[in-house]
């Protein structure tokens, strides 16, 4: 996954509908207040904030952002370390639905972002502190 150089504000007026718009401006305060970093767009419509690069045993590697999300037509999709991680809290969540490291949000204003914030802080926390299972991760930026 590459930084376009794109500008996040012109992305996210683009975003439709108006709900996912708002949503997507608030992750971003949410995810600068908890990462201390500045949004960056990747690979064209992934919003994230700071950079890592990871290494698996395989020879697969990359980089990608500590914390992220994208704003989908359907759902907001946050990236997190693994939903299986955060299974306690996102119980308590709201409503959403999960894969192996995706959180989908339909709206922001029916989940408790207390909990939100706290599954955020953790996936940084795991992230930059090179605890994701199997990988190596150098935090970058």
Known sequence: MEKTGRSVDEFVAQVSPAKRRRDAETLITMMREVSGREPALWSGSIIGF????????TGTEGDM???AFAPRKASTTVYLDSADAHADALAALG?????A???YM???ESVDLG???R????????TAGDELPGA?????D
């Open 50 to 57: 700071g950079a890592c690069h990871y290494a698996y045993p």
């Open 65 to 67: 952002p500590i914390l």
């Open 95 to 99: 409503p959403h639905t999960t894969g």
């Open 101 to 103: 490291s995706c959180l």
């Open 106 to 108: 339909k709206d922001l």
């Open 115 to 117: 909990v939100l914030r």
């Open 119 to 126: 599954v955020l802080e953790e996936t940084q926390r795991r």
């Open 136 to 140: 190596t991760i150098t935090v970058l």
